[in-house]
């Protein structure tokens, strides 16, 4: 018989053919295998540069062991996009997230383009969220999104009435040729009419924001910029302010924009990233609760528009809910070197790796590009899917800290009963919002532990995602073609090695901690 077309799965692991791959790497491995040997036998002519050949081969040996195991079985996964659209009448709200935290090393426009390019997505717009953590604490980095969300109000419908596929504009008009994506019988000068006003606006806030980056003070004192004044980046206040607010509930209309500066002392440590991340976790926990959360570094945009579709036939079918904890799209770069002598494009690492680990429990979390679900950052893990006790007042108090108001969203969150508190202003949550944002909240909490992005290795991702895995949720490794996300890349050498030796310490800090994946699996 055949399946019903509600049994049909929203999304399938695809395994790839990989035969010849396998043979060459086994060759590799045969031969290393024999160089071994051949130190070995004839260590006694030559002595100690021998031995210490022998322990660095031997070193490469043990790890392309590891490599071809992690590549054996490569898998990504295909997604149903038809079935969805039939199946799921009421599509979930998705919370989304960027991180920033330097306007001169992290350009303000760029930002923007990431900002841009994520409320114009395919998805109902009042089903969309769009927080922005600022650690930078710029009035700058605000202004920049005030008047980006001006310029969405002509950017969005644009887009949508010509299906736009880039939607990040400074990569749209980067391509000078003014000719719509074959959209069904649209006028061709109509069409080129208006390319030409919305690139004249884009130019128009382009030169806004390059102004304000110039004049690097205007904001003193000021309206709406009064906030920022007497701040220090690493010493003021909690900063929230809904730049945009879908009030009506307009599926057509724009999605919320919330800027984000989260509190800052001296004497507190902030956390970088991960301190980012929980802080977006319990500010939009309180104001918009999806279960759902899609997160951005500022340097990647959007480069399909149907991404978030996407991520929900993978996080909404029924056959896995309840085993897949997050969706991972591969890292992609525009502009890359050519033949990329660097290795800035880290194809290996994302394609290779990453779908290799696709056919195993799932690839790693790399901390942009992701999907992932609210109640399984708040700490659940698929066994506590099946026992229904719920925590009790004083555990939720004890892990998520003392708000009243943020408690009760997070009690929904992991009851997964509801989507969303009721139909509410976002400004009435703003007060409750700054307070989770405070550097204090934290404090004696589970908050970087056993809740929210986990804290201890500058690859905080890594260490999220694998703490996941160790809860026994697996993941799904997604690789449309073109590229769901593109980003930028550290394009010379110097800073390359930077970010490597950035990622090198996270890593070696996380094989020297408690959290280590080999006590992972063995003691879970
Ligand atoms: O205190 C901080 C430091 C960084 N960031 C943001 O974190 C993101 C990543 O930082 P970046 O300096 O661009 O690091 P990369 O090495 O390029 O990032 C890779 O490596 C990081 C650590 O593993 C991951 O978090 C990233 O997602 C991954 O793209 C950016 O959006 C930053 O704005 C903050 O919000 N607060
Ligand atoms: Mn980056």
């Not at 007042?393 to 992991?414: D, H």
Request: hydrophobic content about 40%; charged content about 20%.
């Amino acid at each position: 018989m055949a399946p019903s077309q509600n049994s049909l799965p929203l999304h399938e692991r695809v395994w790839r053919r990989n035969n010849i791959k396998r043979v060459m790497d086994i060759t590799v491995l045969f031969f290393l295998i024999l160089l071994l040997i051949y130190r070995i036998v004839s260590l006694n002519n030559y002595g100690v540069p021998w031995l210490i050949a022998f322990l660095c081969e031997l070193w490469l040996t043990f790890n392309w062991i590891l490599v071809i195991s992690t590549k054996w079985s490569p898998a990504q996964s295909k997604i149903y996009l038809d079935r969805l659209l039939q199946r799921v009448p009421e599509l979930p709200p998705v919370d989304m997230f960027v991180t920033t935290a330097d306007p001169v090393l992290e350009p303000p426009i760029i930002t923007v383009n990431t900002v841009l390019s994520l409320l114009a997505v395919d998805y109902p717009a009042n089903k969309l969220a769009c927080y922005v953590s600022d650690d930078g604490c710029s009035p700058i980095t605000f202004y920049s999104l005030v008047e980006a969300s001006k310029f969405a109000k002509l950017w969005v419908p644009f887009c949508k009435k010509y299906d736009v596929r880039v939607r990040a504009p400074f990569r749209y008009f980067s391509d000078d040729k003014a000719t719509p994506n074959g959209k069904n019988g649209a006028d061709l000068s109509e069409f080129q009419q208006e390319w030409k006003t919305i690139k004249d606006e884009y130019e128009h806030l382009c030169r806004k924001i390059e102004n304000a980056v110039k004049n690097s003070t205007p904001f003193d004192g000021d309206g709406e910029f009064a906030v920022f004044s007497n701040t220090e980046r690493k010493n003021h206040p909690t900063i929230i302010k809904v730049i945009w607010e879908n009030k009506e509930g307009l599926s057509s209309g724009l999605p919320h924009l919330i800027y984000v500066s989260r509190e800052k002392r001296p004497m507190h440590p902030h956390l970088y990233k991960a301190g980012a991340m929980n802080v977006l976790a319990r500010v939009s926990g309180v104001m918009s609760n999806a279960p759902y959360m899609l997160n951005l570094d500022c340097d990647m945009f959007v480069n399909d528009p149907k991404i978030v579709l996407h991520g929900m036939c993978i996080l909404l079918d029924p056959n896995t809910q309840k085993e897949v904890a997050f969706a991972q799209c591969p890292q992609y770069f525009y502009d890359g070197l050519k033949d990329d002598p660097f290795g800035n494009q880290f194809v290996v690492l994302f394609r290779f790796v990453g779908t290799g680990l696709g056919g195993l429990q799932g690839p790693i979390y790399l901390g942009t590009n992701c999907f992932h679900r609210r109640k399984v950052i708040y700490g659940l893990s698929p066994h506590d899917l099946e026992n229904t006790s719920i925590l009790s007042e004083k555990e939720l108090v004890r892990n998520f800290g003392s708000s009243r108001e943020f408690i009760n969203t997070v009690a929904l969150a992991l009851e997964g009963t509801t989507y969303a508190p009721p139909q509410h202003n976002l400004s009435n949550s703003v007060e409750t919002a700054n307070q989770v944002a405070g550097c204090g909240y934290e404090h004696g909490t589970g908050w970087g532990s056993q809740v929210g992005w986990v804290y201890g290795s500058t690859t905080e991702d890594i260490l999220t995602g694998m703490k996941m895995h160790t809860r026994g949720w697996k993941s799904e490794n997604h690789m449309p073609d073109p590229p769901a996300f593109m980003g930028s890349a550290p394009t010379g050498g110097p800073a390359s090695m930077t970010q490597q030796k950035r990622w090198a310490t996270g890593l070696l800090e996380i094989l020297l901690s408690k959290n280590n994946p080999i006590f992972g699996t063995l003691f879970r």
